[in-house]
């Protein structure tokens, strides 16, 4: 089946060009595992997934991430960068790591350093797709 599966962890949108149907594999945004529907059952197919990964072809829809935004929500509140940036989990690992309070100016200084590589990061796959 091709066609644009959701990755169910981060919800990256996936290209499938048909080749994955009905297997099983990793996404290559989050390394979360993920189905692709098709024809052939889960059971046929599991454990030939993680080669197939290279046929997944990521699609950023949206405007680009500016690193500068998310560094600074990330010092306005903990963890709001990562939200800018669409990483729910990572914002609460810093939420979680952040109740500590011997912890919380750590996570605070990581969760703007992460946002705003984060951001980079998410701009440097994007731009690599368009070419």
């Known amino acids: ?75 306005l509140f903990l963890g709001l960068g990562q939200v800018y940036n669409g990483q729910f989990g990572k914002t609460l690992l810093f939420w979680l790591g952040g109740l500590t309070v011997v912890l919380l100016p750590v996570m605070w200084i990581w969760s703007i350093v992460d946002a705003y590589s984060s951001a980079e990061r998410i701009n440097r796959r994007a731009h690599r797709r368009r070419r």
């Open 1 to 75: 089946m091709t066609g644009y599966v959701n990755c169910p962890h981060c919800r990256t949108s996936l290209w499938d060009d048909g080749t994955l149907a009905g297997q099983e594999c990793e996404c290559p945004h989050c390394r979360g595992r993920m189905y692709f529907p098709g024809a052939v059952t889960p059971a046929q197919s599991f454990g030939s997934g993680p080669a197939a990964v290279h046929h997944v072809e990521h699609h950023y829809h949206g405007a680009e991430k500016s690193p500068g935004v998310a560094a600074v929500l990330s010092f």
